[in-house]
């Protein structure tokens, strides 16, 4: 079965202090791994899209990476706006729908 | 200007009541999606429409009707509501079916709460 796990389920940081999060996937032939973002009381919002392995995208102070096997959302000097939930979702394999995985909240301090 | 829009933002109603959402994008896609987003947020499909054919229905009830009056709408029709659909309604669209290499562009939700 297509599967998407998210850890950690939720992070705390301190503004400034930098971490990853993890998007692991089981669904084969990937066609594309998407990153969202979504804020409370809010729709989710197209961060980015990841194609191959080893693809790098990167967006103020979030990049990106991808594997074969998991995706990587990394955040360099967090700030407290950068406190919200981040969704990942890859196609399923008939290619007809996005699956999410339950998102990571994060939230950042000053 | 809004890209994709839902109305009502939110939604109160009494159990056994049939109650609609509607959504319109104006991105030109020609395929719209309705998600659902549990209390535990986890975010699941329910519907797409592609040119006003229905293309996917996931293990979702008969109670719920998606309808596309046209490309740029999709509405959901939800009969005799219970206290389980309780949940925010997502609406979404993409250029082509599924968003496989399509970026899906999402509504700011519909909260349900039945009561």
């Known amino acids: 079965e297509d599967q998407v796990t998210q850890s950690p389920e939720a992070l705390r940081l301190q503004e400034g202090e930098s971490s990853s999060l993890n998007c692991s996937y089981t669904?084969?032939?990937?066609?594309?791994l998407f990153w969202y973002r979504q804020d409370p009381g809010k729709g989710p919002e197209f961060l980015f899209t990841?194609?191959?392995a080893g693809e790098e995208k990167e967006k103020e102070r979030l990049k990106a990476t991808l594997t074969k096997k998991e995706s990587f959302l990394h955040i360099t000097a967090p700030k407290p706006e950068d406190s919200a939930t981040y969704l990942c979702?890859?196609?399923?394999?008939?290619?007809?729908?996005?699956?999410f995985g339950k998102g990571t909240t994060l939230s950042v301090s000053s | 200007d809004t890209a994709v829009s839902q109305t009502p933002k939110y939604l109160v109603t009494q159990m056994g009541n049939d109650k609609s959402i509607k959504c319109e994008q104006n991105?030109?896609?020609?395929?719209m999606y309705w998600y659902k987003q549990d209390s535990k947020k986890f975010l699941k499909i329910m519907f797409s429409y592609n040119n006003k054919e229905l293309i996917i229905n996931e293990t979702v009830p008969n109670r719920f009707s998606p309808k596309s009056p046209d490309k740029a709408h999709l509405n959901l029709h939800i009969n005799s509501l219970e206290l389980g659909d309780s949940a925010v309604y997502f609406c979404a669209s993409s250029h082509h079916p599924g968003g496989s290499t399509d970026t899906q562009y999402f509504g700011p939700g519909t909260r349900l709460t039945v009561l």
């Open positions: 990841l194609y191959s």
């Open positions: 669904v084969s032939g990937l066609r594309g």
């Open positions: 991105l030109g896609h020609d395929t």
């Open positions: 979702a890859v196609p399923n394999q008939a290619g007809t729908a996005l699956i």
